[in-house]
Protein backbone atom coordinates (compact mmCIF):
# COMPACT_ATOMS: atom_id res chain seq x y z
CA UNK A 1 0.00 0.00 0.00
CA UNK A 2 1.46 3.62 -0.77
CA UNK A 3 0.89 6.33 1.88
CA UNK A 4 0.04 9.48 0.30
CA UNK A 5 2.13 12.47 1.54
CA UNK A 6 -0.53 13.65 4.39
CA UNK A 7 -0.80 10.09 5.61
CA UNK A 8 3.18 10.08 5.80
CA UNK A 9 2.66 13.85 7.70
CA UNK A 10 0.24 12.43 10.07
CA UNK A 11 2.52 9.17 11.31
CA UNK A 12 5.61 11.32 11.23
CA UNK A 13 3.36 13.49 13.94
CA UNK A 14 2.60 10.79 15.81
CA UNK A 15 6.33 9.69 16.82
CA UNK A 16 7.50 11.50 19.99
CA UNK A 17 10.78 13.52 20.61
CA UNK A 18 11.78 10.55 22.55
CA UNK A 19 11.42 7.86 19.91
CA UNK A 20 13.26 10.59 16.97
CA UNK A 21 15.76 10.83 19.95
CA UNK A 22 16.47 7.28 19.87
CA UNK A 23 16.15 6.57 16.72
CA UNK A 24 19.26 9.26 16.04
CA UNK A 25 21.76 8.05 18.97
CA UNK A 26 21.04 4.37 17.31
CA UNK A 27 21.61 5.66 14.08
CA UNK A 28 24.18 7.89 14.46
CA UNK A 29 27.44 8.22 12.13
CA UNK A 30 30.66 8.66 12.95
CA UNK A 31 33.68 10.46 11.40
CA UNK A 32 37.23 10.90 11.98
CA UNK A 33 37.62 12.39 15.42
CA UNK A 34 40.52 13.92 18.04
CA UNK A 35 39.57 11.15 20.23
CA UNK A 36 37.41 8.38 21.67
CA UNK A 37 36.03 8.59 25.08
CA UNK A 38 35.70 5.52 26.75
CA UNK A 39 33.50 5.81 29.46
CA UNK A 40 33.77 3.79 32.91
CA UNK A 41 30.87 1.42 33.47
CA UNK A 42 29.40 -2.40 32.48
CA UNK A 43 33.23 -3.66 33.97
CA UNK A 44 35.28 -4.27 30.80
CA UNK A 45 32.47 -4.62 28.07
CA UNK A 46 33.23 -0.82 26.67
CA UNK A 47 36.93 -1.94 25.51
CA UNK A 48 36.36 -3.57 22.39
CA UNK A 49 34.28 -0.92 21.18
CA UNK A 50 36.97 1.96 21.92
CA UNK A 51 39.82 -0.48 20.37
CA UNK A 52 38.03 -1.61 17.06
CA UNK A 53 37.52 2.53 16.66
CA UNK A 54 41.12 3.19 17.39
CA UNK A 55 42.42 0.00 14.94
CA UNK A 56 40.18 1.48 12.14
CA UNK A 57 41.45 4.38 12.50
CA UNK A 58 39.09 7.17 13.34
CA UNK A 59 40.73 8.97 16.07
CA UNK A 60 44.16 8.35 17.09
CA UNK A 61 43.96 8.91 21.24
CA UNK A 62 41.33 6.96 23.83
CA UNK A 63 40.25 8.73 26.49
CA UNK A 64 39.53 6.59 29.31
CA UNK A 65 36.90 8.70 32.07
CA UNK A 66 35.80 7.79 35.47
CA UNK A 67 37.28 6.89 39.13
CA UNK A 68 34.72 4.49 40.40
CA UNK A 69 35.78 1.51 41.47
CA UNK A 70 32.89 -0.68 42.55
CA UNK A 71 32.84 -4.39 40.92
CA UNK A 72 29.67 -4.83 41.84
CA UNK A 73 28.09 -2.36 39.74
CA UNK A 74 30.87 -2.91 36.88
CA UNK A 75 32.53 -0.14 37.44
CA UNK A 76 36.00 -1.06 36.92
CA UNK A 77 38.87 1.37 37.50
CA UNK A 78 41.91 2.25 35.11
CA UNK A 79 44.23 -0.04 36.26
CA UNK A 80 41.83 -3.02 35.45
CA UNK A 81 41.35 -1.12 32.01
CA UNK A 82 44.30 0.03 31.48
CA UNK A 83 45.82 -3.61 30.86
CA UNK A 84 42.97 -4.60 28.85
CA UNK A 85 43.36 -1.79 25.83
CA UNK A 86 47.16 -2.87 26.03
CA UNK A 87 46.75 -6.15 25.31
CA UNK A 88 44.40 -5.19 22.89
CA UNK A 89 46.75 -3.83 20.82
CA UNK A 90 46.23 0.46 21.96
CA UNK A 91 49.79 1.86 22.87
CA UNK A 92 50.09 3.15 26.57
CA UNK A 93 50.99 6.32 25.01
CA UNK A 94 47.51 6.65 23.00
CA UNK A 95 45.63 6.14 25.96
CA UNK A 96 44.86 9.42 28.08
CA UNK A 97 43.27 9.21 31.70
CA UNK A 98 40.74 11.22 33.49
CA UNK A 99 40.55 9.39 36.62
CA UNK A 100 38.64 12.08 38.85
CA UNK A 101 34.98 11.81 38.10
CA UNK A 102 32.44 9.92 40.19
CA UNK A 103 29.10 10.04 37.55
CA UNK A 104 27.75 10.79 34.55
CA UNK A 105 27.64 14.37 34.84
CA UNK A 106 31.18 14.84 36.19
CA UNK A 107 32.82 12.37 33.14
CA UNK A 108 30.60 15.01 31.01
CA UNK A 109 32.41 17.97 32.94
CA UNK A 110 35.78 16.81 32.99
CA UNK A 111 36.34 15.67 29.71
CA UNK A 112 34.93 18.94 27.97
CA UNK A 113 37.70 20.32 30.24
CA UNK A 114 39.94 18.43 28.13
CA UNK A 115 38.22 19.30 24.70
CA UNK A 116 39.07 22.99 25.85
CA UNK A 117 42.53 21.96 27.01
CA UNK A 118 43.36 20.13 23.98
CA UNK A 119 41.67 21.86 21.05
CA UNK A 120 39.44 18.85 20.43
CA UNK A 121 37.07 19.32 18.03
CA UNK A 122 35.35 16.07 17.52
CA UNK A 123 35.15 13.22 19.61
CA UNK A 124 33.48 9.81 19.68
CA UNK A 125 31.36 8.74 22.70
CA UNK A 126 31.68 5.33 23.73
CA UNK A 127 29.22 3.73 26.33
CA UNK A 128 26.89 0.52 26.07
CA UNK A 129 23.40 0.45 24.29
CA UNK A 130 21.70 0.87 27.56
CA UNK A 131 23.86 3.64 28.70
CA UNK A 132 24.34 5.71 25.60
CA UNK A 133 20.91 7.65 25.84
CA UNK A 134 21.57 9.40 29.27
CA UNK A 135 25.39 9.61 28.68
CA UNK A 136 24.83 11.38 25.46
CA UNK A 137 22.24 13.60 26.80
CA UNK A 138 24.89 14.41 29.79
CA UNK A 139 27.54 15.26 26.86
CA UNK A 140 25.33 17.62 25.11
CA UNK A 141 24.31 19.79 27.93
CA UNK A 142 27.91 19.81 28.43
CA UNK A 143 28.37 20.55 25.07
CA UNK A 144 26.11 23.13 24.45
CA UNK A 145 27.50 25.62 27.14
CA UNK A 146 30.73 25.76 25.24
CA UNK A 147 31.90 28.73 23.25
CA UNK A 148 32.02 26.95 20.04
CA UNK A 149 29.97 23.37 20.47
CA UNK A 150 32.29 20.58 19.24
CA UNK A 151 30.81 17.29 17.31
CA UNK A 152 29.94 14.55 19.28
CA UNK A 153 28.93 11.02 17.86
CA UNK A 154 27.42 8.30 19.23
CA UNK A 155 29.10 4.79 19.08
CA UNK A 156 28.38 2.35 21.75
CA UNK A 157 29.45 -1.25 21.95
CA UNK A 158 26.06 -2.97 20.67
CA UNK A 159 27.41 -6.57 20.09
CA UNK A 160 26.18 -7.33 24.20
CA UNK A 161 23.01 -9.51 25.59
CA UNK A 162 20.23 -7.95 26.90
CA UNK A 163 18.68 -10.48 29.15
CA UNK A 164 22.42 -12.01 30.46
CA UNK A 165 23.05 -11.48 33.79
CA UNK A 166 26.07 -9.69 34.12
CA UNK A 167 26.78 -9.62 37.70
CA UNK A 168 25.08 -6.07 38.09
CA UNK A 169 21.90 -6.85 36.65
CA UNK A 170 20.43 -7.62 33.13
CA UNK A 171 20.80 -4.50 30.56
CA UNK A 172 17.31 -4.77 29.77
CA UNK A 173 16.45 -3.80 33.33
CA UNK A 174 19.22 -1.25 33.15
CA UNK A 175 17.86 0.75 30.48
CA UNK A 176 14.45 0.97 31.83
CA UNK A 177 16.29 2.40 34.95
CA UNK A 178 18.28 4.53 32.35
CA UNK A 179 15.15 6.91 31.19
CA UNK A 180 14.24 6.79 34.78
CA UNK A 181 17.03 8.63 35.62
CA UNK A 182 16.73 10.72 31.76
CA UNK A 183 13.39 12.34 33.49
CA UNK A 184 14.99 12.76 36.84
CA UNK A 185 18.17 14.48 36.19
CA UNK A 186 16.51 16.16 33.22
CA UNK A 187 14.14 18.29 35.77
CA UNK A 188 17.54 18.88 37.53
CA UNK A 189 19.06 20.08 34.31
CA UNK A 190 22.02 18.15 34.17
CA UNK A 191 20.86 16.92 30.68
CA UNK A 192 20.19 18.40 27.25
CA UNK A 193 16.46 17.67 26.20
CA UNK A 194 15.09 15.66 23.28
CA UNK A 195 14.63 19.17 21.43
CA UNK A 196 18.31 19.88 21.62
CA UNK A 197 19.33 16.53 20.54
CA UNK A 198 17.30 17.06 17.00
CA UNK A 199 18.77 20.48 16.42
CA UNK A 200 22.07 19.66 17.56
CA UNK A 201 22.08 16.76 15.16
CA UNK A 202 20.70 19.06 12.08
CA UNK A 203 23.80 21.00 12.73
CA UNK A 204 25.94 18.33 12.90
CA UNK A 205 25.46 17.04 9.75
CA UNK A 206 25.66 20.51 8.13
CA UNK A 207 29.42 20.65 9.69
CA UNK A 208 30.15 17.26 7.55
Given at each position: MKLDSQSIGKIFKMITLREKFIAIVDNDSISKSDVIVLLEGDG???????????KAGFADKILFSGGICDFSYGSFPIY???PQLIEMGVPESAIIVENKSLNTKEQAEFVMDLVKKYKWKKLIL??????QYRAYLTFLKNNLELEKPILIFNSPARNLPWFKETGWGTRINRLYEEFIRIEKYKKLGHLATYEDVITYQKWKEQQL
Open positions: LNRCQKAVDLYNVLVATHDH
